[in-house]
């Protein structure tokens, strides 16, 4: 277990009452994970988790219901951070509490930061899948030959066959629809399985998730982002970077390629706004945090 969440020993006695009457031992490390999600940074998470667990001491509470805790996170969130920040706990505690699957979706040109993003934002949403478009090409790969599905066997960013003047843009887009097939699949098993899952990937089409899950009785929450990279040479030093820190993916390629990834992420900006999915520019100074936990709010509350 990682060492921020194993209980520690003296407090091994301090337990939190959950909605089904379990008795769980309370984690300082499990209650900052929380609160993450409120877009605090973790050392002010942990922050705000020990103040939590000196109030806990100082008051002699060893026993405690989990409202009366989410109650008193809240309370310490203001006090720290601020009102909005406690607001902003408390309704990602009623989505929660709701039940309904989570679904997010980022996808984006090779080299955004897709990859990066999506690990803190499932560390930080409480979100224990990921699930990579590449992998799921790699797998399909080996069952598909490419006599069968030739573009499935190339780079998002290649073409097929240049001697019949085939784009780009086309060959990503047959591609991408193969792979969404498979993303479509897993994601319906988790929704039906009641698991919250983050995909991540150039293949995710926008708005392919979304179409292919509203029907579904457990009316999962999804949402969509298309994450770009507005500023060429900030892209640029991010495939250099790539290069130079994960040799094993020959990051060469991609610089080689760099102007077909950019007309690339026009493409996918074009078909991201004729599905209405919104988008995020990775340069910028927004918080993706809270923009996407907003979404599942107002998307949980509609």
Known sequence: MPKDLVVEAAFRDYTVLDRDSNELPFSKGILATSILATGADTPRAYDIAEAVQRHLIGQRISRIDAPALTALTAEMIATHLSQPHADRYLMWQKVRQIGRPIIVSLLGASGVGKSTLATR????LNI????????????????????????????????IDMDLGESQAVTYQRQARAVVAASVAVARRCVIERKNALFEGVHLLPGSLTAALET???????????LVLHDRDLHNRRLLHRQVAESGRDGSRHLARFEVIRNLQETMRSLA?????????????GDLTQLIAREIVDRAFE
């Open 273 to 285: 706004t004729r599905a209405g999915t919104r988008e995020f520019d990775i340069g910028s100074e």
């Open 128 to 159: 224990n899948q990921v699930v990579t478009t590449d992998a799921l090409r790699e797998v399909l790969r080996t069952v598909i030959p490419a006599s069968v599905l030739p573009e499935l066997h190339v780079s998002s960013y290649e073409a």
């Open 216 to 226: 579904l009785p457990e009316k999962p929450i999804v949402v969509e982002i298309l």
């Open 121 to 124: 934002l499932a560390l930080r």
